[in-house]
């Protein structure tokens, strides 16, 4: 390891803080940074404040080190060379291609170095890249707008289609929308576009039209869509067979459908995979029917399924977002910005997603997979941030900026060897109880905590 003696006490002491914060000043380099802006930026240009120090202050909220954007000026108004209005006018007016453009050099930098780390996380299907699609909208804002303050309904600064890979635990890609109420389905060209052959896409249902299909299938790509029923429809043709069961022993049943494009008249005969769900949904569904044209040789019944039950891995992500990292700064009332917070949020999760894979490496994939705690972990880099930062300054980080990216790898597997696993060691709930009946009075609506336990006896 090629870090100096001033990291010594805190490698030994958080090593996990010290693998955050030098994964951040190694991708938020502001060089790098500068350049993404260039290359996405339309009309805005930069002046006193430049798109790194944006980042920065961006990634403190996220991390929960800052509780809101004026509360990190007033703690760095020293360091700043605007006014704190000049700050929320620049994060109000960051225009949405460099915010998706930060989430897309982020994934590709991280994932290099998650790709150098030893023991990487098996292929999930060998030959394709899989991506999960999924969209997410942001919570209400506060009213601080003043044309807001006479709304009493949820002011919704927007949401986002977001591109996952769960091999890596990465997100790779975002398509921001500052309209609320535009339907996902509006942002599928685009999603198109972005598209690869050999990609794989997953999805779900709201995702399933046969514009959808066709546009991935001329992309020289693959996908993996729950079937609507109404959006597509098809042509079933011969006879339903029986195929081997899921991993959760659910019968499963193939059959072909020739799917019609609308506009153009061409046709596309997929495989559709019907799995029989042990457990009725919500609404009462008792099968599941999926869509792919992924080649049986190369992806069974079984393996598509698997593939498909892979998609809720990005719900999970969205939770982290939401409750170990501010995704959603409710504070920030413009689209623009809410989006910018939303997408730096997402480039912080991929910083943790390499902690995570140093500390795969370093301690097994049983531990991180079954036992580490997100929470525990973002809770000790927000206490410890501060202090790290007063006693070390910032030009030892810099080393980070430096190394290839080997020897950043290798450099944060050290470090992970230094963790203390107990730490940060989920504590898993056992089975949920029902809850009890409630007791509510006419006349009251508070009781006595002290003569309620003295019933107890």
């Given at each position: 390891?090629?870090?100096?003696?001033?990291?010594?006490?805190?490698?030994?002491?958080?090593?996990?803080?010290?693998?955050?914060?030098?994964?951040?000043?190694?991708?938020?380099?502001?060089?790098?940074?500068?350049?993404?802006?260039?290359?996405?930026?339309?009309?805005?240009?930069?002046?006193?404040?430049?798109?790194?120090?944006?980042?920065?202050?961006?990634?403190?909220?996220?991390?929960?080190?800052?509780?809101?954007?004026?509360?990190?000026?007033?703690?760095?108004?020293?360091?700043?060379?605007?006014?704190?209005?000049?700050?929320?006018?620049?994060?109000?007016?960051?225009?949405?291609?460099?915010?998706?453009?930060?989430?897309?050099?982020?994934?590709?930098?991280?994932?290099?170095?998650?790709?150098?780390?030893?023991?990487?996380?098996?292929?999930?299907?060998?030959?394709?890249?899989?991506?999960?699609?999924?969209?997410?909208?942001?919570?209400?804002?506060?009213?601080?707008?003043?044309?807001?303050?006479?709304?009493?309904?949820?002011?919704?600064?927007?949401?986002?289609?977001?591109?996952?890979?769960?091999?890596?635990?990465?997100?790779?890609?975002v398509i921001p929308c500052?309209?609320?109420?535009?339907?996902?389905r509006a942002l599928l060209?685009?999603?198109?576009?972005?598209?690869?052959?050999?990609?794989?896409?997953?999805?779900?249902?709201?995702?399933?039209?046969?514009?959808?299909?066709?546009?991935?299938?001329?992309?020289?790509?693959?996908?993996?869509?729950?079937?609507?029923?109404?959006?597509?429809?098809?042509?079933?043709?011969?006879?339903?067979?029986?195929?081997?069961?899921?991993?959760?022993?659910?019968?499963?049943?193939?059959?072909?459908?020739?799917?019609?494009?609308?506009?153009?008249?061409?046709?596309?005969?997929?495989?559709?995979?019907?799995?029989?769900?042990?457990?009725?949904?919500?609404?009462?569904?008792?099968?599941?029917?999926?869509?792919?044209?992924?080649?049986?040789?190369?992806?069974?019944?079984?393996?598509?399924?698997?593939?498909?039950?892979?998609?809720?891995?990005?719900?999970?992500?969205?939770?982290?977002?939401?409750?170990?990292?501010?995704?959603?700064?409710?504070?920030?009332?413009?689209?623009?910005?809410?989006?910018?917070?939303?997408?730096?949020?997402?480039?912080?999760?991929?910083?943790?997603?390499?902690?995570?894979?140093?500390?795969?490496?370093?301690?097994?994939?049983?531990?991180?997979?079954?036992?580490?705690?997100?929470?525990?972990?973002?809770?000790?880099?927000?206490?410890?941030?501060?202090?790290?930062?007063?006693?070390?300054?910032?030009?030892?980080?810099?080393?980070?900026?430096?190394?290839?990216?080997?020897?950043?790898?290798?450099?944060?597997?050290?470090?992970a060897k230094h963790l203390?696993?107990?730490?940060?060691?989920?504590?898993?709930?056992?089975?949920?109880?029902?809850?009890?009946?409630?007791?509510?009075?006419?006349?009251?609506?508070?009781?006595?905590?002290?003569?309620?336990?003295?019933?107890?006896?």
């Amino acid at each position: 390891m090629i870090l100096g003696e001033c990291f010594e006490k805190f490698i030994e002491r958080s090593p996990v803080s010290v693998m955050v914060r030098g994964t951040l000043e190694r991708v938020f380099d502001p060089e790098k940074l500068e350049r993404v802006f260039a290359d996405n930026a339309q009309l805005q240009y930069t002046r006193e404040l430049t798109f790194a120090q944006c980042v920065g202050l961006m990634s403190e909220v996220v991390f929960r080190i800052a509780p809101s954007v004026g509360a990190w000026y007033k703690a760095h108004r020293e360091e700043m060379p605007v006014t704190r209005q000049a700050v929320y006018d620049k994060l109000k007016r960051l225009e949405l291609p460099i915010a998706a453009g930060l989430v897309e050099y982020a994934g590709r930098e991280l994932g290099a170095s998650l790709r150098q780390m030893p023991t990487p996380p098996p292929p999930l299907l060998p030959g394709y890249r899989i991506r999960v699609l999924d969209g997410n909208h942001l919570a209400g804002t506060e009213p601080r707008l003043v044309e807001l303050r006479r709304y009493r309904a949820a002011a919704l600064p927007g949401h986002a289609l977001v591109f996952y890979d769960p091999q890596w635990d990465v997100v790779t890609d975002v398509i921001p929308c500052e309209d609320a109420y535009t339907q996902e389905r509006a942002l599928l060209p685009e999603v198109v576009a972005m598209v690869a052959a050999r990609d794989c896409l997953v999805a779900d249902r709201n995702f399933c039209t046969p514009g959808f299909l066709f546009g991935i299938v001329r992309r020289g790509a693959f996908f993996v869509i729950r079937q609507h029923g109404s959006n597509v429809v098809g042509q079933l043709q011969g006879k339903r067979r029986a195929a081997e069961q899921d991993a959760r022993g659910q019968a499963l049943y193939e059959q072909a459908l020739c799917v019609t494009e609308t506009d153009t008249g061409a046709t596309l005969v997929v495989r559709r995979i019907t799995v029989e769900l042990s457990t009725p949904t919500r609404p009462g569904e008792t099968e599941l029917p999926l869509l792919t044209h992924l080649p049986p040789a190369d992806a069974s019944a079984t393996q598509v399924a698997a593939l498909y039950a892979d998609r809720w891995t990005i719900e999970t992500a969205f939770q982290h977002l939401t409750i170990d990292l501010a995704c959603e700064v409710d504070t920030l009332g413009y689209p623009k910005a809410a989006l910018f917070g939303f997408c730096v949020a997402l480039v912080a999760y991929n910083v943790v997603a390499v902690v995570k894979g140093a500390l795969r490496a370093a301690h097994g994939a049983e531990y991180v997979e079954e036992q580490l705690s997100m929470y525990y972990l973002t809770l000790e880099v927000a206490q410890v941030a501060t202090g790290m930062e007063i006693a070390l300054g910032t030009e030892p980080w810099e080393i980070f900026q430096q190394m290839s990216t080997e020897e950043f790898a290798a450099t944060l597997v050290a470090i992970a060897k230094h963790l203390d696993t107990e730490k940060y060691t989920k504590h898993k709930r056992g089975p949920k109880k029902q809850s009890p009946k409630r007791l509510s009075g006419k006349h009251h609506s508070h009781v006595s905590t002290a003569r309620i336990l003295a019933l107890r006896a």
